[in-house]
């Protein structure tokens, strides 16, 4: 079992750049992909980006490709995501998600443990 804890989000204006963090508990993170979701009220959860277990590859949504960066740094047990230029309407909580599958998935029925999530507010 692995526990996974968000963090990193807030209020900030448009055009503002955050970085959240995906930390782990309870065991490696090394094997796993990790992907993060976001979910707006009344809005469906939504595939952002994820990343491989060695960090070697990673994939992005096509909303917000351009203005994210996922890393990891498996020495901490920790994936980051960098997001730059946002936006109101990039407001949710954001979620980071472990999968044991051996490839990238981007629906989130393929990710196996999740965290509580990191409410990111963008103002205009």
């Known amino acids: 079992q692995v526990q996974l804890v968000e963090s990193g989000g807030g209020l900030v204006q448009a055009g503002a750049s955050l970085r959240l963090s995906c930390a782990a508990s309870?065991?490696?993170?090394?094997?796993?992909?990790i992907g993060w979701f976001r979910q707006a009220p009344g809005k469906e959860r939504e595939f952002v980006a994820a990343?491989?277990?060695?960090?070697?590859?990673?994939i992005y949504s096509d909303h917000m490709k351009g203005r994210l960066t996922i890393s990891r740094d498996n020495a901490k047990n920790t994936v980051y995501l960098q997001m730059n230029s946002l936006k109101p309407e990039d407001t949710a909580k954001y979620y980071c998600?472990?999968?044991?599958?051996?490839?990238?998935?981007?629906?989130?029925?393929?990710?196996?443990?999740w965290g509580q999530g990191t409410q990111v507010t963008v103002s205009s």
């Open positions: 998600a472990a999968t044991i599958r051996p490839w990238l998935p981007r629906e989130g029925s393929s990710y196996d443990y």
């Open positions: 990343i491989s277990p060695s960090g070697g590859s990673a």
């Open positions: 309870g065991r490696t993170l090394g094997n796993n992909g």
